[in-house]
């Protein structure tokens, strides 16, 4: 494998199913964040489209059940895995992490859906 780390979109619900209910969506974020350490621990680089989005929105005066949620957070996916190397799509209905792992496998990119299908990397940083 290539010493270089990959960077790795982490997909899976965040608004769907929640109704708009914030500790849902909270509960949803701490799922795919959950993923973040094993990611990293295989030697890659996780993100998380919602790390770019939420933040994006809040500088527009929105949040995530405004209108112009899907305007940022679909834009942010597909902008990520133009830079990204690959997807893990963790478990439930989403129509966004669907359209993420439509994109990469339209991108050629791998899709993962479990952290041990992810090649593990032995990382030659410096000290």
Not at 17 to 43: H, K, Y
Not at 99 to 118: C, F, K, M, N, S
């Amino acid at each position: 494998m290539n010493d270089k780390p990959l960077l790795i979109l982490i997909a899976g619900p965040y608004r769907s199913g929640t109704g708009g209910d914030p500790q849902a969506m909270a509960d949803n974020l701490a799922r795919l964040e959950a993923a973040a350490w094993p990611v990293f621990e295989a030697g890659h680089l996780p993100v998380i489209g919602e790390w770019i989005a939420l933040p994006v929105l809040r500088s527009a005066g929105a949040g995530p059940t405004d209108p112009l949620a899907d305007q940022v957070l679909y834009p942010v996916a597909d902008r990520l895995l133009a830079r990204c190397d690959a997807v893990l799509r963790l478990p439930g209905d989403s129509t966004g992490a669907d359209q993420d792992v439509a994109t990469a496998r339209l991108r050629g990119l791998p899709v993962y859906h479990d952290v041990a299908e992810i090649p593990r990397r032995v990382p030659q940083e410096a000290a």
